[in-house]
């Protein structure tokens, strides 16, 4: 289960078992209205059998929700209350999930400059089962913008679990183990799931999960957005049950400044002082939240500002040299001269960008180029295994100039052919940067791999070793999961640019059209810090410090041996190339974990070097990665188990003879990092999103076959017509046969098909 569509269509099945239950005539829930389909004519090869139409996100978790897992429908019915339903031949696979009733919800959320950690405790009864029986429970947790899972944490009637990273194992065996782990997977929408096996019908399941995500900037405000949305199915049948929402928000902005307060979707009460303030939410509610948390807040100043942050390191950490964070905000003053600007958009037009991805990216242009100023010059290169340019040399931005390129683009640009980057990125580095009085920008969009990565960033090394105002800033956006993000990265850090990605293909608009109007809005260029110098040593992510854009802040780490002095001067350009310094204040800081908020950051850049460099930094991103709870491509997540035991004293004894515990059990989750690209299915032209379907191909061909079947016994008759001809049967031989062609037509979903043609049997369905 990969894809938003198989999930929607598993709970879809699971709403619908749900309406076995029987809670009582004071209890009756509102039944959940779907449309049913009469005719077959709906029904594809590729699709289920389901009789209800419904959208592939229709059930798309958007909060924290826990589902139970229904492989036999006999066993969905009230844990207190035994109605007795008929029974329900066939199975379901894959496995139907009831969503399960929530019985308390609170959030907590830490926000420091540009990072959010947030934190949902939630208590749900498995409400769908029967209490002698226990069923496997899935877990999902959609989670915001960049979001990055930190860890889980679930307490059954009988076990714990929690969630941990280790490195990879050494041992053959455990390796393998590791490798085809089954569970613990992203899906869209940058939602985790997970399955808690083994969870008892009418206990309380207690979910504990984190994880950080970045704050958007958005019109001089840092904007936080928690999926916080819970659908009207898991608000309790009893009414007696007491409902309490809670949300509290810390928000330290780095400065010392006021915090104002913009756009909050729940009531919150604020305590605030110079630079934090702290805000809470709590209530007895009648239902839950319909709405995903958002809050908005701004740093009080209409200048750029900027501050430098020291913290020493813990005594765990591996590295005990001192650690820096350096940071500058835009404000709120766009009076600025703005900077002329030489843009190139390098556009993959490869086989795999066919339809949506390239449609997209053609949208986004077509709109960047709406936003250039008169004097900003441009051009578009696209390249597959060929090149197609829209001029020879850079354009003037006019009216009709930025007509004819969008009609030339809209009118040719056809997805067809392989991928190569290298010498179309020559040509753009090779066009720009001829004079001093404007910002060179090459903005690069693809979805694949290529085999000489390594090589163009070396020859970007070359081309930018000067690193001027005229060194072109290289903008980069992967879509999909075939390309190498560590390599874009790559690109963005030593153009001192920035990257961003789309996994989704239904995100690619939104996330590159933000990249593209940053990219058109730089304030300052070429930006330094005097005092790193004056250091014993240092070491800084990225080593190459990016321009300080309108729409986003500026924000580097590093780590140094030395001592700062009281105020460090940031030099930078200016669009009249005249020379901005800035008096950035050091203060030493507390109580914030610093190492924490730039983990996240430093492990990508590392990473990105690791590549580069034939993986000379595994270790040291292991150990960063293992120490400071995020996810990294050298380390790996599994599931500990702790079983709820009484221990003997024997077992005690034991117990220190060994390294793990008898009652411990550990499961191997998927790695959940983007990887290093895939150069197979960039060669085979693969679109983004092909490796859902090849992951489920074996139960598509069973639902084809499936198809076919019923579609021919379907002209027999009805379900209900088959069962009471059965009745009539008096011979035990035929009596068998026919059991066992019914076991087999339930296994195919006949059920399904015959509630598409039959009225008189829905009642048998639900």
């Not at 899935?138 to 944490?153: F, T, V």
């Not at 008892?200 to 970045?214: A, F, L, M, N, P």
């Not at 991928?419 to 694949?448: W, Y």
């Not at 730089?522 to 070491?539: F, I, K, R």
Request: hydrophobic share 35%; net charge negative.
């Amino acid at each position: 289960m990969t894809t938003a569509n198989e999930f929607s269509k598993s709970v879809d099945m699971g709403l619908r078992l749900s309406q076995r239950i029987y809670y009582g005539k004071d209890h009756a829930p509102k039944p959940n209205i779907m449309t049913k389909s009469r005719t077959l004519q709906s029904q594809s090869s590729t699709s289920s059998t389901s009789s209800f139409r419904l959208s592939d996100n229709k059930h798309h978790p958007t909060a924290p929700m826990v589902y139970a897992m229904i492989s036999d429908p006999d066993v969905v019915d009230n844990p207190d209350i035994r109605s007795y339903q008929p029974h329900v031949y066939g199975r379901c696979n894959p496995p139907a999930l009831i969503p399960l009733y929530m019985h308390r919800i609170s959030m907590n959320v830490d926000c420091f400059l540009d990072t959010a950690f947030v934190e949902v405790a939630g208590a749900w009864r498995v409400h769908c089962v029967t209490a002698s029986t226990c069923c496997d429970c899935r877990i999902a947790i959609p989670m915001g913008e960049k979001g990055s899972l930190l860890d889980i944490n679930v307490e059954t009637t009988k076990r714990s679990y929690f969630t941990k990273l280790i490195t990879p194992p050494n041992d053959e065996k455990d390796s393998d183990r590791v490798t085809k782990a089954k569970d613990g997977f992203m899906m869209k929408r940058n939602t985790y799931t997970l399955k808690i096996p083994q969870v008892e019908g009418g206990s309380i399941i207690h979910v504990k999960v984190r994880w950080s995500q970045k704050l958007l900037y958005e019109g001089d405000e840092f904007c936080l957005n928690v999926p916080f949305t819970f659908p009207s199915y898991v608000l309790p049948v009893d009414k007696t049950i007491t409902k309490i929402e809670k949300v509290s928000l810390n928000v330290n902005s780095g400065t010392e400044t006021m915090i104002t307060c913009g756009f909050a979707s729940h009531p919150l009460k604020v305590q605030q002082q110079a630079g934090e303030a702290s805000f809470l939410y709590e209530a007895e509610v009648l239902k839950w939240s319909t709405q995903d948390f958002y809050f908005a807040y701004s740093v009080c100043s209409n200048e750029i500002i900027g501050g430098l942050l020291l913290q020493r390191p813990s005594l765990y950490d591996s590295d005990q040299r001192d650690m820096f964070c350096f940071y500058l905000f835009p404000g709120t003053n766009k009076d600025n001269k703005v900077y002329k600007k030489e843009m190139i958009f390098l556009l993959d037009i490869s086989g795999s960008m066919r339809d949506a991805p390239l449609e997209q990216s053609k949208y986004a242009i077509t709109a960047s180029l709406s936003k250039l100023n008169h004097g900003d010059l441009f051009n578009i290169i696209a390249f597959n295994g060929d090149i197609q340019s829209f001029s020879s040399s850079l354009e003037l931005a006019t009216e009709e100039t930025i007509t004819n390129a969008t009609e030339w683009m809209w009118d040719n640009l056809v997805a067809k052919g392989g991928t190569n980057l290298m010498s179309p990125l020559k040509q753009a580095i090779d066009m720009v940067g001829k004079t001093s009085e404007s910002v060179p920008l090459i903005f690069l969009i693809t979805d694949g791999t290529v085999e000489d990565e390594r090589d163009i960033c070396n020859m970007i090394k070359c081309s930018l070793v000067d690193g001027g105002m005229n060194s072109p800033r290289i903008y980069t956006f992967g879509i999909g999961s075939y390309c190498n993000y560590y390599f874009l990265q790559m690109l963005a850090y030593l153009g001192r640019g920035y990257y961003d990605a789309a996994q989704d293909v239904d995100s690619v608009g939104d996330h590159m059209q933000r990249l593209l109007d940053n990219a058109l809005s730089p304030m300052l260029a070429n930006v330094t810090l005097d005092a790193l110098e004056n250091l014993e040593s240092y070491e800084l992510y990225p080593s190459r410090i990016p321009d300080l854009l309108s729409g986003s802040p500026l924000i580097v780490s590093g780590r140094y041996q030395g001592k700062f002095p009281e105020f460090v001067k940031a030099r930078s350009l200016r669009a009249d190339l005249s020379t901005y310094v800035i008096d950035v204040k050091v203060r030493k800081i507390t109580d914030t974990h610093l190492e924490r908020v730039c983990a996240r950051m430093e492990v990508d850049i590392l990473t990105a070097h690791a590549w580069l460099d034939q993986n000379t930094h595994m270790e040291k991103i292991a150990k960063m990665s293992l120490q400071r709870g995020v996810p990294s491509e050298y380390t790996c997540m599994i599931l500990v188990q702790n079983s709820k035991v009484k221990r003997t004293l024997k077992s005690l004894l034991l117990d220190e003879k060994r390294s793990k515990p008898m009652n411990q059990k550990t499961i191997c989750l998927r790695n959940i990092s983007v990887g290093f690209g895939n150069l197979k299915a960039t060669t085979e032209n693969l679109p983004p999103g092909i490796e859902d379907v090849k992951l489920n191909e074996a139960v598509k061909m069973v639902m084809k076959a499936a198809t076919s079947c019923y579609g021919f016994m379907a002209s027999w008759g009805c379900w209900r017509c088959l069962l009471q001809t059965w009745s009539q049967v008096k011979n035990d031989q035929c009596a068998l046969a026919i059991a066992q062609l019914c076991t087999a037509l339930a296994c195919l979903e006949f059920l399904d098909c015959c509630c598409d043609l039959c009225d008189s049997c829905i009642d048998l369905c639900q």
